[in-house]
């Protein structure tokens, strides 16, 4: 039977289902186990384009995408230029005609929507300054590993409120994780996305400054840099206001039993001590690993077997999303 991902974008966390997240989740945890996902992606090219810098998502892409046959094909901005040497819609439309799908780390999410909306084959979110699904989906598989379940599982996010933390909260609602934010003020996620994560999922999420209430019953403590790609120049102001946040030993002492995730890279002696990243709770390196088996199960389930690539009407009428 076909997987309703088959021919699908995947531009937010948001646009899933709880049961095709548990069907990427239990794809990958097979791959992991050493199941033969095929080759959906024979003769076929996946296009990877990188404004901003990568290490864990461009090289898992690619070996996922060499894994299931494909071949991918990195573009950095220096030579793309988007935006400035060609607009997002043509560069889009450009490469549509050459590769079966389209992977993007951009810095604005409106324009991988653009970008979405020109390309027939699927296009898929490698972080924007919005949501970063495939590190979320490779989280919710490291979580059902540390803790034998996803559904209940408590999270507390350290930090700012913004892609990664976004793609939590959505991840959250549909699949019943009990997810508790930890910001100083002004860091707090965006109106609309805890509106629209109430709505998938009928839980609100709760926010607070008190790490000690969210650590308390916590099995995950999970947090990110303080300042994102194209927030350097804050860092020493967000330094200043995050520093009581900082994940080291005093803080998960707070948080007995716990496990530490972290979508790396680390700002090491920033948001996170080398004590604790390399101490015996850390469980970050495997999630980490777990980005590859992630996005090969996206991959197999979106090229899907009984589907070659390079079918004009993938995702149907041009910019539609099944
Ligand atoms: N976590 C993550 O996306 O890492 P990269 O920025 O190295 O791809
Ligand atoms: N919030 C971070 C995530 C890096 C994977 C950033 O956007 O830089």
Request: hydrophobic letters at 40%; charged letters at 25%; aromatic letters at 4%.
């Amino acid at each position: 039977m076909a997987s309703s991902l088959q021919g699908r974008d995947l531009l937010s966390i948001a646009d899933l289902s709880a049961d095709e997240i548990t069907a990427i989740l239990d794809s990958a945890a097979a791959a992991k186990s050493g199941a033969d996902l095929g080759a959906p992606l024979q003769g076929g090219s996946i296009a990877m384009i990188f404004q901003r810098p990568s290490n864990r998502t461009r090289v898992s892409f690619e070996v996922a995408v060499h894994r299931l046959g494909g071949h991918p094909i990195p573009l950095f901005n220096p030579e793309v230029q988007l935006g400035e040497r060609e607009s997002a819609g043509d560069i889009s439309r450009i490469l549509d005609r050459y590769v079966d799908g389209i992977v993007a780390r951009l810095v604005s999410h409106r324009d991988l929507v653009t970008i979405a909306q020109a390309a027939r084959s699927p296009v898929i979110n490698a972080l924007t300054d919005s949501e970063h699904p495939c590190q979320v989906l490779a989280d919710c598989l490291t979580v059902r590993e540390a803790l034998g379940h996803l559904e209940g599982a408590r999270v507390t996010y350290i930090g700012d409120g913004n892609n990664v933390c976004t793609s939590w909260i959505y991840a959250a609602a549909l699949s019943g994780v009990d997810f508790r934010i930890v910001c100083p003020p002004g860091y707090e996620p965006a109106r609309g996305v805890l509106d629209r994560g109430e709505a998938l999922g009928g839980r609100e999420v709760s926010i607070s400054n008190d790490v000690e209430g969210a650590l308390r019953d916590t099995d995950i403590v999970y947090t990110d840099v303080w300042a994102s790609m194209g927030q350097e120049a804050e860092r020493e102001r967000r330094r200043e206001d995050f520093r009581a946040l900082q994940v080291n030993d005093a803080l998960l002492a707070k948080a007995p039993g716990a496990r530490v995730m972290h979508c790396l890279p680390a700002h090491r002696g920033e948001e996170i001590t080398d004590s604790v990243i390399d101490g015996p709770r850390s469980i970050v390196f495997d999630q980490a690993e777990n980005r590859l088996w992630v996005q090969m199960a996206l991959l197999a389930l979106i090229y899907g077997a009984d589907t070659p690539p390079r079918v004009d009407a993938l995702k149907g009428p041009v910019g539609a999303v099944a």
